[in-house]
């Protein structure tokens, strides 16, 4: 196979021209963030926010150009709008949170044909946030509702492994079907890319293609639509809080006083950006031996139902660290959808009806709050 070089990828860009200043896009700057990974290649495009709407004839264009090339397997060309963009370049997350607490987005709201957003989150990764977004979604799906599940995980993405997806999603005009799996509608930067591909991405490229992934899916109609978010507090989170109308946030951590501390930063962010925050989930709650059955707590006990009790939220239930959770979840087939008659999978079951319960109450708050019109 033919190799893609950066060489062969400007070139082809070269020949696109901004159609408002007239200079071809590699001499202007606008390409950046430019990385190749065996066929696979990815950048964005620096625009000022305002034109944002305007050039993405031209992203497709670029997209188009480079996807043409021998040896190409895949691109994925994101808008970013780094350049122009009247917000400082030195600002606070602390103040980019402020604006999104007083509603200065970036533009209109996401997903709005879905009745719920949940945001599953943590303050750091390793506390099987993940693994319980997906039983969650499976479990939501199993009562009956209209269920999507967005891996908003850019640089670590698990959905397609978690799930047993292959393949990618294909196009339906100027959109993208989501691919569909248990029950669930689904959409990842894993599909989009090969599973050991790093993602060299700055910030600004991250949360144009999270924007990607929301506007351009065709989602449909959905009762709730579970987020699984990224570890930690950063611009994935602010994006989601700035475009997206969260119903409110569910935190994961581990008992252990070190993954607590991160919650709580969680926790604050989403306070800060006016986002409810739902509940905890304790995960690995404690660990039976699969022979005996004895208990043992390994990270210890309790650390997050007390955390809840203290900062006045509730907490939704806890996750013992069990096997068949971890197996399922490297074989793509989830312990809720594969042994549904299974002890686990009646806990991720009466948390996701607690979820879901929270997320109808939250609702009915905003529709009893919003302005009537009455005509006499």
């Known amino acids: ?12 860009l070269a020949r696109l021209r901004d159609p408002e200043r007239g200079a071809d896009i590699v001499s202007l700057g606008m390409v950046q963030g430019l990385t190749i990974r065996g066929g696979l290649v990815s950048f964005a495009l620096e625009v000022p926010r305002e034109r944002a709407a305007a050039l993405e004839p031209l992203r497709k264009a670029a997209e188009a150009a480079v996807s043409a090339l021998p040896g190409v397997l895949n691109t994925t060309v994101v808008l970013t709008a780094h350049r122009g963009d009247p917000t400082p370049q030195g600002q606070t997350a602390g103040a980019r949170a402020a604006d999104a607490a007083a509603g200065r987005g970036k533009g ?13 989150a943590s303050g750091k990764g390793g506390v099987g946030k993940s693994t319980t977004a997906a039983n969650l979604a499976i479990a939501l799906a199993q009562s009956g509702l209209a269920v999507g599940l967005l891996d908003a995980d850019i640089y670590g993405p698990s959905m397609p492994r978690m799930l047993g997806m292959r393949g990618r999603p294909h196009a339906a005009g100027q959109m993208i079907a989501p691919m569909e799996k248990w029950g669930l509608k689904v959409m990842s930067i894993g599909f989009l ?16 293609a999270l924007e990607q992934m929301m506007s351009q899916v065709l989602w449909g109609p959905l009762d709730i639509m579970v987020v699984d978010m990224p570890p930690g507090t950063g611009d994935a989170q602010l994006t989601m809080a700035q475009r997206v109308p969260l119903t409110g946030a569910v935190i994961v951590s581990t008992p252990q006083d070190v993954a607590l501390i991160d919650a709580r930063r969680g926790i604050a962010m989403f306070a800060r950006t006016n ?7 304790e995960n690995m709650s404690y660990f039976c031996c699969p022979n005996c059955g004895h208990r043992s ?26 096997l068949d959770i971890r197996t399922t979840s490297d074989e793509g087939a989830p312990i809720t959808a594969t042994q549904p008659d299974g002890e686990e999978a009646r806990i991720y079951r009466a948390i996701a009806a607690r979820v879901w319960a929270k997320c109808e109450a939250v609702l009915a708050r905003r529709a009893a709050s919003a302005p009537r019109i009455v005509v006499e």
């Open 1 to 12: 196979m033919t190799a893609v070089t950066p060489e062969t990828v400007m070139a082809a």
């Open 108 to 120: 209109p709201q996401l997903l709005g044909t879905c009745r719920a957003i949940v945001a599953v």
């Open 193 to 208: 890319v090969e599973e050991e591909t790093p993602m060299i991405w700055r910030g600004p490229m991250v949360m144009g």
């Open 275 to 281: 986002v409810p925050v739902l509940g905890l989930i």
């Open 297 to 322: 707590e390994i990270f210890g006990h309790g650390g997050a139902r007390r955390e809840a009790e203290r900062l006045g939220t509730e907490f939704l239930g806890e996750i013992p660290l069990r």
